[in-house]
T-cell receptor
Framework: SQQGEEDPQALSIQEGENATMNCSYK?????LQWYRQNSGRGLVHLIL?????REKHSGRLRVTLDTSKKSSSLLITASRAADTASYFC?????????????FGKGTKLSVIP | EAEVAQSPRYKITEKSQAVAFWCDPI?????LYWYRQILGQGPELLVQ????????DSQLPKDRFSAERLKGVDSTLKIQPAELGDSAMYLC???????????FGQGTRLTVV
């Protein structure tokens, strides 16, 4: 079963524009993570935001978390063709010793040069 | 840089045959996951290990799938007999509990014909 739902399913933008992807989840979380997957490859961890954090930055990435709405967003600023990939949110549930990592269905981002 | 190793990268097998995948996690990572990813969808958890113990295998089709991590290090996922619907990418990941960031291997692309 999948915890999260990403929105939109697919996004196409011009190089230099910003890309925003959203994720909704169902249960209480310890943290929420975003991963990137290039076609046919494994996933790469991008950024983690804990349940007591509201916003986090890493380079051109900005993540927000709204636990009251059970939602998160990932913003990629000044996009590049190399950002073309699928992006997934994943949640770790609250509760001591639980490291279950559940993924959403992903957003496929295409950045046009 | 430490990586999660998976083999083989690609596997073509006939239906009703047995197939096995191998994963070597990053040294020291107690948590190991096997995920199945159908094209265009997010990874779905098949089994989660904590050291050599199974923590969650609720989504593992136990009539045909088995997984083991005998010494709490590397792991094997087996399918017997393979069915056409098993065609997918099989991803292995390991996690360090200090960060709950998961590291993925490159995956095994299985095609059942």
């Amino acid at each position: 079963s999948q915890q999260g739902e990403e929105d939109p399913q697919a996004l196409s933008i011009q190089e230099g524009e910003n890309a925003t992807m959203n994720c909704s989840y169902k249960t209480s979380i310890n943290n929420l993570q975003w991963y990137r997957q290039n076609s046919g490859r494994g996933l790469v961890h991008l950024i983690l935001i804990r349940s007591n954090e509201r916003e986090k930055h890493s380079g051109r990435l900005r993540v927000t978390l709204d636990t009251s709405k059970k939602s998160s967003s990932l913003l990629i600023t000044a996009s590049r063709a190399a950002d073309t990939a699928s992006y997934f949110c994943a949640t770790v549930p609250s509760g001591a010793g639980s490291y279950q990592l559940t993924f959403g269905k992903g957003t496929k981002l295409s950045v046009i040069p | 840089e430490a990586e999660v190793a998976q083999s083989p990268r690609y596997k073509i097998t006939e239906k009703s045959q047995a197939v096995a995948f191998w994963c070597d996690p990053i040294s020291g990572h107690a948590t190991l996951y096997w995920y199945r990813q159908i094209l265009g969808q997010g990874p779905e958890l098949l089994v989660q290990f904590q050291d050599e113990s199974v923590v969650d295998d609720s989504q593992l089709p136990k009539d045909r799938f088995s997984a083991e991590r005998l010494k709490g290090v590397d792991s094997t996922l087996k399918i017997q007999p393979a069915e056409l619907g098993d065609s997918a990418m099989y991803l292995c990941a390991s996690m360090t509990e200090s960060t709950t960031e998961a590291f993925f291997g490159q995956g095994t692309r299985l095609t059942v014909v």
